[in-house]
């Protein structure tokens, strides 16, 4: 069973920048990909960034093109997000999760999200 875990989330001004990190735990052969998805309140899921397991290829939504970053650690077993330029519609809760096809999966194990707030 696959164990997904997010970090690295806050409160930061705009302009700012933070590093998100998914510890991975358990197999994950079962699915291609590592995807970001994000959550605002009153919006709809909004898939971020992913990057696949085999070639190291990387996908970002048009909204953080040039700002945002995924990246995979293999020896510590993460897939980490480097977030700059932040922005206040950039607020929400983030979750990281295996998958097949992004951004509409099929999907396997979430994490439990970790809260981005961009606010002066």
């Known amino acids: 069973q696959v164990q997904l875990v997010e970090s690295g989330g806050g409160l930061v001004q705009p302009g700012g920048s933070l590093r998100l990190s998914c510890a991975i735990s358990?197999?994950?052969?079962?699915?291609?990909?590592i995807g970001w998805f994000r959550q605002a309140p009153g919006k709809e899921r909004e898939g971020v960034s992913c990057?696949?397991?085999?070639?190291?290829?990387?996908y970002y939504a048009d909204s953080v093109k040039g700002r945002f970053t995924i990246s995979r650690d293999n020896a510590k077993n993460t897939v980490n997000l480097q977030m700059n330029s932040l922005k206040e519609e950039d607020t929400a809760i983030y979750y990281c999760?295996?998958?097949?096809?992004?951004?509409?999966?099929?999907?396997?194990?979430w994490g439990q999200g970790t809260q981005v707030t961009v606010s002066s």
């Open positions: 999760v295996t998958l097949e096809g992004w951004p509409e999966g099929p999907f396997g194990s």
């Open positions: 358990g197999f994950t052969m079962d699915y291609h990909a």
């Open positions: 990057i696949s397991f085999g070639s190291g290829t990387t």
